[in-house]
């Protein structure tokens, strides 16, 4: 069982800037894939960055990319997604994910364990 649990959402006016966090329990952390995905009102929920196990090869969603950028500290038990150059189209609620198979993926139903979500709002 692994426990995921996001912080560092918020409001930001469009063109700032957030930084998401997202802790996970295990022992084998520095093993697992991490991904995050978002979900708007009244939209499905979406791919929006994927980590390997490594941190040596990370995917992102042609919406965010040069945009976002996607970490992890295995030290810490921790993924982040710095978001940059926010949008209103950006608003959301976002997702962590943990992958046990080490590999990114952009396929939800590939993902075994979810957090709770954390909500980001972008005014213009």
């Known amino acids: 069982q692994v426990q995921l649990v996001e912080s560092g959402g918020g409001l930001v006016q469009a063109g700032g800037s957030l930084r998401l966090s997202c802790a996970a329990s295990?022992?084998?952390?520095?093993?697992?894939?991490l991904g995050w995905f978002r979900q708007a009102p009244g939209k499905e929920r979406e791919f929006v960055a994927s980590?390997?196990?490594?941190?040596?090869?990370?995917y992102y969603a042609d919406s965010v990319k040069g945009r976002f950028t996607i970490s992890r500290d295995n030290a810490k038990n921790t993924v982040y997604l710095q978001m940059n150059s926010l949008k209103p189209e950006d608003t959301a609620v976002y997702y962590c994910?943990?992958?046990?198979?080490?590999?990114?993926?952009?396929?939800?139903?590939?993902?075994?364990?979810w957090g709770q979500g954390t909500q980001v709002t972008v005014s213009s």
């Open positions: 980590i390997s196990w490594s941190g040596g090869f990370t």
């Open positions: 295990g022992r084998t952390f520095s093993t697992y894939a």
């Open positions: 994910a943990v992958r046990l198979d080490g590999s990114r993926s952009y396929d939800a139903h590939s993902y075994d364990y």
